[in-house]
C-alpha cells in the first residue's frame, strides 16, 4: 500500500514540475516583456484576420450526435482496460463476452450510420 | 496528520470550493469549468481510497468526456449569459433539498461503513484486475446490460438531434 502511494507521489512531483514550469514562464513573461497596449493590440487574435461578430455563436446540433458518440464510446473503451488485464487468465470466454458487448454497440453505430448522421451534409 | 490526510484536506478545499464556485459562476462556461476542477478533485479522493481504476475512469469519462457534452450542450443553446436569467427563485427550495440529500448520504455512509471499522478499509486497493476479474467473472450479464443501456442512450440522442428529411 505504501508502493502505491509513494509511486504516485512521483505523478504528483511531476504535476507540480508542471505547474511550475508554466507558472515561471508566464511570470518572467510579464516582468520581462514590454507592455504597450493599443487598440490594435487588444483585440482577440484570429488567424490574423479581424474577429467577426462575437465569441458566443450558436452551433449546430450535429455537433451534439458526435460529441454523443465520443461519450458512448469512451465509456465502452474504458471497459477494455479490466478487460486487457483479465484476458489471459478467463479466456475465449472474455473474447465473447466483450464481443457481445462491442456488437450491441455496434447495432447503435449501424442505426446513427444508416440514419444519416454521420453524413456532413 | 500523515500525508494521506493532508492530501486529502487539499483536494476537499479545492473540491468544496470550485463546487461553489460551479453554482455561483455568472459564465456558464465557466462554471463548466469549475465542474472540471471538482471532478478532479473527486478523481484525487478515489485515488487516496485506493481505488485506482475508478479514479482513472473518473478522470477519463467526466472530465473527458462528460465535460465536453456539456460545453457542446451550451454551444448549441441561445443561452444569454448573466446573472438574472440564469437564476431562479427557488433558492430555499434549493438550499432545503441540498442539506436533505447531504444528511441522507452522511447517515447511509456511516451506517454501511461505521469509523469503528475504519482499519479494515486502510490496506485496501482495488487494482485493475480485480476489477476486470470481478466484472467478466462474476458479473458478466450487468456488464452486457449496460451495453443496451449505452445504446438505448445513443439511439436517443440520434432520434432526438436528426432533423427528419422525409415527413
Redesign the interface.
Same mark, same amino acid.
Request: hydrophobic share 60%; glycine share 8%.
Given at each position: 500500500m505504501s508502493d502505491y502511494y509513494s509511486s504516485y507521489g512521483v505523478v504528483l512531483a511531476v504535476l507540480t514540475a508542471g505547474a511550475l514550469l508554466v507558472a515561471v514562464a508566464f511570470t518572467t513573461a510579464r516582468l520581462v516583456a514590454p507592455n504597450a497596449p493599443n487598440r490594435e493590440k487588444l483585440t482577440t487574435y484570429e488567424c490574423g484576420i479581424d474577429p467577426v461578430g462575437d465569441g458566443w455563436s450558436q452551433s449546430h446540433v450535429r455537433y451534439y450526435v458526435y460529441g454523443f458518440l465520443f461519450v458512448i464510446f469512451d465509456v465502452e473503451s474504458v471497459f477494455l482496460f479490466p478487460w486487457a488485464r483479465v484476458l489471459e487468465s478467463i479466456g475465449y470466454a472474455a473474447v465473447v463476452e466483450m464481443t457481445i458487448f462491442i456488437g450491441i454497440l455496434a447495432v447503435g453505430l449501424l442505426y446513427a450510420w444508416r440514419k444519416g448522421v454521420l453524413r456532413w451534409a | 496528520m500523515s500525508?494521506?490526510e493532508y492530501a486529502f484536506t487539499v483536494l476537499a478545499v479545492v473540491g468544496g470550493l470550485s463546487a461553489i464556485a460551479v453554482v455561483t459562476a455568472r459564465n456558464v462556461v465557466h462554471a463548466a469549468l469549475y465542474l472540471v476542477v471538482t471532478l478532479l478533485s473527486v478523481g484525487g479522493v478515489y485515488?487516496l481510497l485506493?481505488a $485506482?481504476?475508478v479514479a482513472w475512469?473518473q478522470i477519463?469519462?467526466y472530465v473527458?468526456?462528460?465535460v465536453? %457534452?456539456f460545453l457542446?450542450?451550451l454551444?448549441?443553446?441561445?443561452a444569454p449569459?448573466g446573472r438574472d436569467t440564469l437564476d431562479n427563485q427557488q433558492r430555499w427550495l434549493g438550499a432545503l433539498v441540498g442539506v436533505g440529500v447531504f444528511a441522507g448520504l452522511v447517515f447511509l455512509i456511516q451506517e454501511a461503513f461505521p469509523v469503528q471499522d475504519a482499519e479494515r478499509f486502510?490496506?485496501f486497493?482495488a487494482t485493475?484486475?480485480a476489477?476486470? $476479474?470481478s466484472?467478466?467473472?462474476n458479473y458478466?450479464l450487468p456488464?452486457?446490460a449496460?451495453?443496451?443501456l %449505452?445504446?438505448a442512450?445513443?439511439?436517443g440522442?440520434?432520434v432526438l438531434?436528426?432533423?427528419d428529411?422525409a415527413s
Open positions: - | 500525508a494521506q485515488l485506493g $485506482e481504476f475512469v477519463l469519462i473527458g468526456a462528460i465536453i %457534452l457542446f450542450g454551444m448549441l443553446t441561445k449569459i486502510e490496506t486497493h485493475t484486475d476489477v476486470g $476479474e466484472i467478466f467473472r458478466v456488464f452486457e449496460v451495453s443496451f %449505452l445504446l442512450a445513443l439511439i440522442a440520434i438531434a436528426r432533423k428529411d
